[in-house]
Each structure stands twice: as structure tokens, then as C-alpha cells.
């Protein structure tokens, strides 16, 4: 195997899982194919009339094509995209994507956009402008070849799809060294954290994590139906968001008991102290005095409360910073 043969298969095979993990930048990808894609129409339209001896286009209909065309790209590529990794278990998960495989799909993608948009030019788009019509029926010989815009097409989709994959790369060997950082991290701390913790009760937990402080108003008022309740902020383990609701955990001799109150996580956690209370996914608030453990699950963490009663993700997102509160609390 040549030296290019061996670039080529390990660029083909280098993996973006954790790049197509995380939705935002998958979202953003497929915006900027849109837009670029409608931008290069939009220049590859204006170009052709340089050289074109028919009347220009009306710049409004030229617009109006370009527009089409990149919602017609941008939503195939992620109808594409998404599809697969829900249907095509396995070989589409996101967590199994390489180079390799973005390239497949996104070709994929385009043949299917480039097939709907000559029946949208051959079918729909003449009828926007009548003047172009009549000057094609006049002169047939100068109607633009259906080759020359595959062409144009595939030229365009080649520069936009490499660049972002590009970038994808770039993306995933940050996102690596981040992870590679992280699980060293979580390593040297795990020992620690483990060790370090053995409650006897609520009380003594929170005051060797340095979190005893009561606040002056250690009650929360939540209205549960038509009644209202007043919690005890030190027993509440945990908070989970259900729909317009967050569910309240709270502990009591015989167990947990829970209270389902209308209001954001956000507004709850205005509510609470904290350095005794943490979001650590978009869902879940944790009372640091019931966390027994951090468990990784595959490619993901999870806190374990209660001595594993309960376990709840942490987000990608969230990660640094809930590692940086357990070091403080097992310093």
C-alpha cells in the first residue's frame, strides 16, 4: 500500500462521533450548507448571464431560485442525515460516524436534491418568468444544459461539503483532547470522591463538603395543586424536569417523596442555594450532599444519589463543571 493509499484510508476511516454527538454543531452544519449553497446558485446564476445572450433574469426570480435551491440541498442533506441514524442502526448511529460514511451520506443527499431540482426546473420554475419562456422557445440552442448544471452543482456541493468536513475534523480533534482530558480527570478524582465519602447523615456530609451553611430561608414554597407546601431545601435530593413540570424529590425516614410543582428549572434554581445545588443536565438539579458516586455509562457520566437509588445523566456541556464542584467538595 502506497503512501496515499494509507492517507487516504485513514482519512476515510477517521471517526466524528463525538463531533455528530452533540446536535448544535450538526444544526450548524447543515445551516451554513444552506446558506453557502444558496450563495453559489446566486453567483453560478449571475456568471451564466455573462455569457448568455438572452435577456437577463429578473433579479427577484433569480433570488427566488437560489432560495429554493438551498432549502432544497440544505433539507435533503438533513433529512439524510438524521434519517439514517434512526433508521440504519449501527452503520447511521452518529456515534459510528467516520469521514468515510459523511461523505456516502452527503452524496446521497445530493443526487436526491439534484433529481428534484431538475423536475423543479423543468416543471415549476419557467412559470415564474414568462419572458424567459419566450426566449427559450425562440432560441432553444442557448436553453442551459442540464450536464452543464449538474456540473455547476456538483462542483459547488464538492467545495462546500469538504470545507465543512474540514472543519468537522478540526472539531473532532478538539472535542477529543477534551474528552482524553476529561477522563484522565475523572480518573485521578474517582479514587478520591469514592473514598472520601461515607455519610452517616445529611448533616455530616454537608458540612465536610462545606455546603452546612443553611440559608436564612431554607424553605422552598411550592404550590402543589391548590395547596401550598413548604420544603426543606436540605432534604430535597434532587429535581427532574417532566414536561411543564419539575418533580421534587425529597427525603424522609421512610423514603422519597415527591411533589410535582408547575414552575422552570430555571425559576426553582433562582431558589435555591448554590453551593448546595447544581444543574448538571438541561433536566436535572442535584443536592451535592446525596451524591454517592460518579458512573460512566458508555460515552456518557452519570451521578448516583442515595447510595445508587437514583442516578441522573450529566451533560457534555455541564461535565467540566460538575467535576470542578466534586473536586471542591472532596478537597
Known sequence: MTA???WISGYWQTSLEDYYYFTLPRNLGYLFFTLLTGFFTFAAFKFNELF????????????LYAWEAALNFGLCLYMMDEWLSRVWKGWGDFENRTVGKVWLIWFSAFVLAVAIQYLIIT??????????????????????????????????????AF???????????????????????????????????DPQSIAAVSKARNIDKIPAQSELMVLTGNQAEKIDM???????????????????????REFYVKISLKEILDQLPRDRFLQIHRSHIVNLAYVTSLIKDSRSYQLALDHGTYTLPISRYRLPQVLSKLEKLTS
Not at 52 to 63: M, N, R
Not at 180 to 195: C, G, P
Request: charged letters at 25%.
Open 4 to 6: 496515499f493509499q494509507k
Open 52 to 63: 448568455s445572450p438572452l435577456p437577463g433574469t429578473p433579479l427577484s426570480v433569480i433570488l
Open 123 to 160: 416543471q415549476i420554475f419557467e412559470l415564474y418568468d414568462p419572458k424567459m419562456r419566450w426566449a427559450y422557445s425562440v432560441y432553444p440552442q442557448d436553453r442551459p444544459s442540464y450536464l452543464l448544471g449538474f456540473v455547476y452543482y456538483f462542483l459547488f456541493w464538492l467545495i462546500i
Open 163 to 197: 470545507s465543512l468536513i474540514q472543519i468537522a475534523i478540526k472539531r473532532q480533534s478538539v472535542l477529543e483532547n477534551e474528552k482524553s482530558n476529561l477522563e484522565d480527570l475523572i480518573r485521578q478524582r474517582e479514587w478520591v470522591f469514592k473514598q472520601n465519602f
Open 234 to 256: 436540605v432534604k430535597i435530593s434532587h429535581i427532574n424536569v417532566e414536561d411543564h413540570y419539575c418533580r421534587i424529590f425529597v427525603k424522609e425516614q421512610e423514603g422519597f
